[in-house]
């Protein structure tokens, strides 16, 4: 071993400031944007407009509406696929924009959230 210790480290030492100033700033980016989408409203539509629902970035439904000519007793599965669908449109749509929210701040790199 070199005297005074693992000389082959060069100026790590100085990088390793800068590095942890970066995550630090990079987490913080991230916090926010995670505040950003749980803030966001997502409309998803199905049957031509027939229903439509809010979804919050948090996976909560916040509006629901069902123009009453799909609702039809003698047919409730067809009520709920439309508003299964609705839903399903908004939760890829939710996906998606945090996706390009999330890959903007982490240059696409996959964080363990």
């Known amino acids: 071993m070199a005297k005074g210790g693992y000389r082959g480290m060069g100026g790590f030492g100085g990088n390793m400031g800068s590095l942890m100033a970066q995550a630090q700033k990079m987490q913080k980016q991230l916090e926010i944007a995670k505040q950003e989408i749980n803030e966001m409203r997502i409309t998803g539509t199905a049957g031509g407009d027939k229903v439509s629902l809010v979804l919050g970035g948090d996976h909560k439904l916040y509006g629901l509406e ?33 996706a390009e929210k999330m890959n903007a701040i982490t240059g696409g790199v996959q964080m363990p959230f």
Request: net charge negative; charged share 30%.
């Open 66 to 98: 069902i123009s009453p000519d799909v609702i039809d007793p003698e047919d409730p599965e067809m009520l709920a696929d439309l508003i299964s669908a609705a839903y399903n449109q908004a939760s890829e749509e939710l996906e998606r924009v945090s």
